[in-house]
């Protein structure tokens, strides 16, 4: 059913006009465009993002929905380097007036059981979370059960962090500020210990990162269908 419904979704296409860019840290940037209609999307979830207003050769990229749906925005966080590929170079040039096209929403990479959650985020793997999250945060209810962030940032950037602390202060919340792939490990032991098969892991980030972890936590005994993926891919 869930296949069913991507595939009508990525036939739902809007344009959105852009609203403004912000630098959240070095070489990372937020993209806040107007949602319009009757849109909304599961937090978490992501859309294909098309570039219509300037010919560039590859001009459709699949993003993270950052915005939770009780949001008035529609965010995409992005890393940018100083060689950005072209249509990240465009999508610093936006300016108002312009306008994105998003087809979807798309994905199962959101919240369905009330278990354990233990979120895992690799860099900007913390994404979707910041959506989930926020969302939580907006519908004021208080899980029966807890919800782990484990925040892995070799660079110890760890975006929003500002909003996920005051989250964290309000809810059902914990989070976990992790430098090195060692730490996060132990981390996970920690949680596997505690919730083992019981809990849900959510992983995002790159795609090393997501497949080893993944596959660490089978060592575990955590099941495939206990465990959801969502590979962030640089362009």
Do not use: C
């Not at 100083?82 to 199962?108: C, H, N, Q, Y």
């Not at 354990?116 to 910041?130: K, M, Q």
């Not at 060692?182 to 996970?188: A, P, R, T, V, W």
């Amino acid at each position: 059913m869930a296949i069913l419904q991507d595939v009508f979704s990525i036939f739902k296409k809007r344009d959105l006009p852009f609203v403004e860019r912000n630098q959240e840290e070095e070489g990372v940037y937020t993209f806040l465009f107007e949602k319009v209609n009757d849109m909304t999307w599961k937090a978490g979830q992501h859309g294909l993002f098309t570039i219509t207003h300037q010919k560039i050769k590859d001009h459709t990229r699949p993003f993270t929905i950052a915005s939770a749906p009780s949001e008035n925005a529609v965010q995409i966080t992005m890393k940018i380097n100083d060689a950005p590929s072209e249509f990240k170079k465009t999508m610093l040039e936006f300016r108002e007036g312009d306008t994105i096209k998003m087809a979807g929403p798309v994905g199962s990479f959101h919240l369905k059981e009330n278990n354990p959650i233990i979120l895992i985020a690799g860099g900007i793997g913390i994404t979707p979370f910041r959506s989930i999250l926020k969302q939580i945060e907006a519908e004021g209810i208080r899980q029966e059960n807890p919800i782990h962030l484990l925040y892995n940032d070799s660079s110890e950037s760890y975006v929003f962090r500002e909003e996920l602390e005051h989250i964290a202060n309000n809810n059902s919340v914990s989070i976990d500020y992790i430098e090195t792939r060692n730490q996060l490990l132990q981390e996970i032991d920690k949680h596997t210990s505690l919730h083992g098969n019981n809990g849900k892991y959510l992983i995002a980030g790159p795609k090393s990162m997501v497949k080893d972890t993944s596959a660490y936590l089978q060592t575990k005994k955590i099941s495939k269908q206990n465990i959801k993926k969502d590979v962030l891919i640089g362009y």
